[in-house]
């Protein structure tokens, strides 16, 4: 198995904050490709890694892992009270005629078990769980738009779901209805920033830059006035 580098932006005693890279899962799951994020680290670290949060294989950024199980535990009562801030950029189809909006809408989540090439997704309905996405615009350029999310609830594809459902999917993210092509196993999503409370005390900021054909997606100019 070929172990693919991964950066380190972030390490602490309990834990490391990595860029994580499209076309790569977090955890070994069906139709999942191999080395995982994990099986990365654990090979770099030692089997104490742990996972205390995801991102989808199609999406790249900052992914926080525990290296002890003090810091397993701590940071996962952290991401279960909502003291964890996650901040992403999304560059989706179209342009809103609004500026900023909360997306409070349940998700269904739905699974396909007995086909081993067709992924679980979401769906918006009344008996799902609570979700809840806050979203502004940031900038538009040639019927695209980036936006900044920020999900306050922590559901699988939460981001992809929400924006879909408002008519605006993410480029790239044909599973939810867009018709932009990107790159093969990703879409226009990045976990740019997250702030949470380290287990060893005190609270941490961590960011990372989009990947060039990210940003080349719109203005460059803008990405350095973020910085």
């Not at 972030?10 to 076309?23: A, E």
């Amino acid at each position: 198995m070929s172990l693919t580098p991964i950066s380190i932006l972030d390490q602490g005693k309990h834990h490391l904050v990595v860029y994580k890279p499209s076309n790569m899962v977090v955890v070994a799951g069906r139709g999942a490709p191999r080395p995982t994020l994990l099986d990365v680290l654990q090979e770099r670290f030692g089997k104490n890694i742990k996972p205390v949060h995801r991102l989808d294989r199609v999406t790249t950024g900052c992914c926080i892992l525990a290296t002890s199980t003090y810091g397993q535990q701590a940071l996962s009562d952290a991401f279960r009270k909502h003291l964890v801030d996650k901040r992403y950029w999304a560059v989706i189809e179209g342009v809103p005629n609004w500026k900023q909006i909360n997306i409070d809408a349940r998700l269904k989540r739905i699974d396909t078990p007995n086909n081993k090439k067709s992924l679980a997704h979401q769906i918006i309905a009344d008996e799902g769980q609570r979700a809840l996405t806050r979203v502004r615009v940031l900038a538009s350029q040639n019927n695209l738009t980036l936006v900044e999310a920020n999900p306050e609830t922590g559901r699988m594809h939460q981001i992809r779901a929400h924006l879909s459902h408002l008519g605006f999917p993410i480029v790239g993210d044909a599973q939810y209805g867009a018709k932009t092509a990107y790159y093969p196993y990703a879409i226009a999503l990045h976990a740019y920033k997250i702030t949470f409370p380290a287990p060893e005390g005190g609270r941490r900021t961590v960011t990372a830059e989009p990947e060039p054909r990210f940003a080349a997606l719109v203005k460059h100019d803008f990405f350095r006035q973020l910085s």
